[in-house]
């Protein structure tokens, strides 16, 4: 999809797309400096018009949501492995919102672990690296409740009126990397939070298989 980066990845959830590139650079962080270890960070944008409106370029200054974003794609992508012991190299995710429609930050964080396994493949086959050390995949989706309905992957229409909203990130070994979720209009009792999660897990499943097809896995 960039094939110029290192890794890369097109995610496409229904109307959004984001562009994930994995970049890899010797070196990291300073606080890491003398360890042998390598870090993972992620970065996120909105191209200013995947809306319908234009957003602005955040250039001298990044946001609070944007900054939770690139955060929480950090994290998930730092949860496929179990360890950083891959030498002093660094990989960086960038995630551009191509199109929006609900779901970017989830749409985000499936293509930047394609793009991050991307990566690593190509450190192996550089010599750079023995073996990968991805130990798993990592997927989001997006769920909620729209007029008492529990719904997958929300679109922006659906997003936006939904009275409990929820985001879901799981590893391909089944196990849950992060759950946000809020009462946006309302509250919601266990019985309902099992409910969207069930339906968010038959979601993640089937994004693993793809995310597995992806990477000719």
């Known amino acids: 999809m960039a094939p110029y980066a290192e890794g890369s990845c097109l995610a496409s959830f229904g109307a959004t797309r984001v562009l994930c590139a994995a970049t890899v650079e010797e070196g990291v962080p300073s606080w890491r400096r003398g360890r042998g270890e390598g870090w993972i960070t992620a970065e996120y944008a ?3 018009r995947a809306t319908k409106t234009r957003t602005p370029r955040e ?4 946001g609070g949501r944007t900054q939770e974003i690139q955060r929480l794609i ?3 992508v730092r949860a496929m492995l179990d360890d950083f012991a891959w030498g002093e190299y660094t ?3 960038d995630c551009d919102v191509l199109q929006a429609d609900g779901g ?8 930047a672990s394609v793009a991050v396994s991307d990566a690593f493949a190509w450190m192996v086959r550089e010599g750079k690296l023995g073996r990968s050390p991805v130990k798993r995949r990592v997927a989001g989706v997006s769920v909620g409740v729209v007029r008492g309905e529990p719904l ?4 922006y229409v659906e997003d936006v009126s939904a009275d409990v909203d929820m985001n879901v990130v799981m590893s391909s070994e089944g196990r849950f990397v992060e759950v946000q979720g809020t009462g ?4 919601f ?14 979601g993640l499943v089937e994004l693993d298989a793809l995310q597995r097809r992806a990477l000719g896995l």
């Open 91 to 93: 990989l960086k995710v």
């Open 46 to 48: 909105m191209l200013p």
């Open 184 to 187: 946006e209009n309302g509250t």
């Open 152 to 155: 997958l992957d929300l679109e």
């Open 104 to 111: 970017t930050r989830t749409a985000a964080i499936t293509g």
């Open 189 to 202: 009792d266990r019985t309902e939070l099992e409910i969207l999660l069930e339906l968010a897990t038959k």
């Open 74 to 76: 950090g994290r998930s």
């Open 59 to 62: 250039r001298s200054q990044i």
